[in-house]
């Protein structure tokens, strides 16, 4: 499999991302720990199902610590310090600082091996950037409105973690997907335990909110991981980042599709930003040159 369809692979994990917002909103009033040990599950359950069929997805889960540790680090730590930081600061400012993280990936992806940054991916990404800040913050002014609070610095935490992890995947790239289940079931745990101590449970009261809640853990949350570790090891994680900030966009939009918000100016004008940062970022591919054609030598005559 070539780079360019590894990181096409990569990008379905940010297409199923866009619908993290509206399945949450689809879920009812369920709290935000119990709802991600609920998903967590279903999304490590997607690798597990395998595991009778193919022994070997069980041999490779024998990895040494490192890969754990940033595994761990990456899908567990980054997401339950991102519901701390949403309960401690505006949402709309823990959204803009924790969307550095695609930014975050190409400055350190250029320091990987092989790896080099270029002028297009800077501006394709601080494209994205823009786009990103537009569409979150819809058009309005930029800051901290309340000052530094500490939901702030855990948000700068968790893009430092999700970048990190995504970049770090790339020195692990002969460690299987399969080893996202586990990582997936560790965080399943780890919020279990953060619901009992900090929330009261409160279930679903209808089919529909069930049914988000099992398409949640199955594709945003399950197989969203997997495509993504996958894009990352074996893709390029320079436009991957670029493309990220798509995210927020097409969330937005889903939100609006579904009946859950209204249109606004800033939605075309992050549309614009985004698409354009994306295609700059990502011109070695998209606007690939096609090898020419070997000239043909007339033969001469003896």
Same mark, same amino acid.
């Given at each position: 499999?070539?780079?360019?369809?590894?990181?096409?692979?990569?990008?379905?994990?940010?297409?199923?991302?866009?619908?993290?917002?509206?399945?949450?909103?689809?879920?009812?009033?369920?709290?935000?720990?119990?709802?991600?040990?609920?998903?967590?599950?279903?999304?490590?359950?997607?690798?597990?199902?395998?595991?009778?069929?193919?022994?070997?997805?069980?041999?490779?889960?024998?990895?040494?610590?490192?890969?754990?540790?940033?595994?761990?680090?990456?899908?567990?730590?980054?997401?339950?310090?991102?519901?701390?930081?949403?309960?401690?600061?505006?949402?709309?400012?823990?959204?803009?600082?924790?969307?550095?993280?695609?930014?975050?990936?190409?400055?350190?992806?250029?320091?990987?091996?092989?790896?080099?940054?270029?002028?297009?991916?800077?501006?394709? =990404?601080?494209?994205?950037?823009?786009? &990103?800040?537009?569409? @979150?913050?819809?058009? *309005?002014? %930029?800051? $901290?409105?309340? /000052?530094?609070?500490?939901?702030?610095?855990?948000?700068?935490?968790?893009?430092?973690?999700?970048?990190?992890?995504?970049?770090?995947?790339?020195?692990?790239?002969?460690?299987?997907?399969?080893?996202?289940?586990?990582?997936?079931?560790?965080?399943?745990?780890?919020?279990?335990?953060?619901?009992?101590?900090?929330?009261?449970? =409160?279930?679903?009261?209808?089919?529909? &909110?069930?049914?988000? @809640?099992?398409?949640? *853990?199955? %594709?945003? $949350?399950?197989? /969203?991981?997997?495509?993504?570790?996958?894009?990352?090891?074996?893709?390029?994680?320079?436009?991957?980042?670029?493309?990220?900030?798509?995210?927020?966009?097409?969330?937005?939009?889903?939100?609006?599709?579904?009946?859950?918000?209204?249109?606004?100016?800033?939605?075309?004008?992050?549309?614009?930003?985004?698409?354009?940062?994306?295609?700059?970022?990502?011109?070695?591919?998209?606007?690939?040159?096609?090898?020419?054609?070997?000239?043909?030598?007339?033969?001469? /005559?003896?």
């Amino acid at each position: 499999m070539n780079k360019t369809v590894a990181t096409f692979i990569g990008f379905i994990a940010i297409l199923t991302w866009a619908f993290l917002a509206l399945l949450s909103k689809a879920a009812g009033p369920v709290p935000p720990f119990q709802l991600a040990a609920m998903a967590f599950f279903l999304g490590g359950m997607v690798g597990v199902v395998s595991w009778p069929f193919r022994p070997q997805a069980i041999r490779a889960l024998a990895q040494p610590w490192q890969v754990w540790a940033v595994g761990v680090a990456g899908i567990c730590i980054y997401h339950c310090a991102y519901f701390f930081a949403i309960q401690s600061a505006p949402a709309i400012e823990v959204s803009l600082i924790a969307y550095l993280w695609p930014l975050l990936i190409v400055v350190f992806a250029s320091f990987l091996p092989g790896e080099r940054l270029r002028r297009h991916h800077i501006i394709g =990404v601080l494209l994205g950037l823009a786009g &990103a800040v537009a569409i @979150i913050t819809k058009g *309005g002014e %930029v800051g $901290l409105a309340g /000052g530094l609070m500490p939901g702030h610095l855990i948000a700068l935490f968790c893009a430092f973690v999700w970048s990190g992890y995504s970049v770090l995947s790339r020195r692990f790239g002969a460690v299987p997907v399969d080893m996202v289940a586990g990582y997936c079931l560790i965080t399943a745990v780890v919020t279990f335990l953060l619901h009992l101590g900090l929330e009261e449970t =409160v279930w679903p009261q209808t089919t529909s &909110a069930w049914t988000a @809640i099992a398409i949640l *853990g199955l %594709v945003p $949350l399950g197989l /969203g991981f997997y495509v993504w570790d996958w894009g990352c090891k074996h893709g390029d994680i320079m436009v991957l980042g670029a493309l990220s900030y798509a995210a927020p966009l097409l969330s937005v939009l889903a939100l609006l599709a579904f009946g859950y918000g209204e249109f606004h100016w800033s939605v075309a004008l992050a549309c614009a930003l985004i698409v354009a940062g994306a295609l700059i970022a990502a011109k070695d591919i998209v606007f690939r040159r096609r090898p020419k054609a070997a000239e043909t030598v007339p033969a001469t /005559g003896a």
